[in-house]
């Protein structure tokens, strides 16, 4: 766990982890109410599919906070390690080309890990 920035590795410090997993909370808060509103009204599965955005706020910053790298700064070429909102920029082209890598990279799993959390109350036997 580096306390610097590394290009493409890591680009966040514990400030920003501990904001992002607040943020994967936050989604997980509300892909749990959402889900529970779905089994006491009995949600067609069609209408399942609507938990997919709160469990993007879930994954989204649960990725981020595990592999401490925000995708945001990664595309910016930006990068924290001081007090919230103090950002640095990146400077050498080959660090911003890895950290625009890794970001896309972030995005991707993101999407995936809650396309698959989508699917799996989509196939919910809920009636």
Same mark, same amino acid.
């Given at each position: 766990?580096?306390?610097?920035y590394?290009?493409g590795?890591c680009n966040?410090?514990?400030?920003e982890?501990r904001?992002?997993q607040v943020v994967?909370?936050?989604?997980?808060?509300l892909?749990v109410?959402?889900? !529970?509103g779905?089994i %006491?009204?009995?949600?067609?599965p069609a209408?399942r /599919?609507?938990?997919?955005?709160? +469990? @993007?706020?879930?994954?989204?910053?649960?990725v981020?906070?595990?592999?401490?790298?925000?995708?945001?700064y990664?595309?910016?070429?930006t990068?924290?390690?001081g007090?919230l909102?103090?950002?640095?920029?990146?400077a050498d082209?080959?660090?911003?080309? !890895?950290?625009?890598? %890794?970001?896309?990279?972030?995005?991707?799993?993101? /999407?995936?890990?809650a396309?698959? +959390? @989508?699917?799996?109350?989509?196939?919910?036997?809920?009636?």
């Amino acid at each position: 766990m580096s306390d610097q920035y590394v290009a493409g590795s890591c680009n966040i410090g514990k400030a920003e982890v501990r904001q992002r997993q607040v943020v994967a909370l936050i989604g997980l808060f509300l892909s749990v109410s959402a889900l !529970a509103g779905f089994i %006491t009204t009995d949600a067609a599965p069609a209408i399942r /599919l609507g938990i997919f955005l709160p +469990l @993007t706020v879930f994954s989204i910053g649960f990725v981020q906070s595990r592999k401490r790298f925000c995708l945001a700064y990664g595309f910016m070429g930006t990068f924290n390690f001081g007090r919230l909102g103090k950002i640095s920029r990146v400077a050498d082209k080959a660090a911003l080309a !890895a950290d625009r890598k %890794t970001a896309f990279t972030i995005l991707v799993q993101s /999407l995936a890990l809650a396309a698959v +959390l @989508t699917l799996i109350v989509y196939l919910l036997p809920l009636n």
